[in-house]
């Protein structure tokens, strides 16, 4: 007899500026849950995530969090149905604004992305609990 697998704590969030504060508070409980305080760095890079899928993607998104169960992680994944892969930019020191990416690539232990078959992506990193 097998065990089920648990559940995977899931949000579908609507592509609008409220995505990244959802995203967070939702982020910040499951770490709790986890008995983890130390969220900040998950925080900052889950905004950064959701907000890229808001700005750049396409459709409903959907945020994914879940233990690294190999290591003391957490792994966050963001999901949205936009074909267009997120690329980390050259540092421009009077840009106003696309160094996201470049942040997530500094704060995460590691991240990525691949396609989904059905269309689109999921942009994942995995932060330290």
Known sequence: MSVPA???PTLLLNPNENA???AR???STQFR???SRDDFMARLVVSELVTNAWRHGEGQIILRVFRD???DFAVLEVW???DGLPVVG???FEAVSGRGLLLVSQLAHDW???PITEGGKIVWARCAL
């Open 112 to 114: 990525g992305t691949r």
């Open 33 to 35: 849950e986890w008995g």
């Open 25 to 27: 508070e939702f982020l």
């Open 69 to 71: 169960t190999r290591a």
């Open 90 to 92: 050259p540092e421009d």
């Open 80 to 82: 949205d149905q936009g």
């Open 6 to 8: 648990p559940e995977i």
């Open 20 to 22: 990244p504060a959802l």
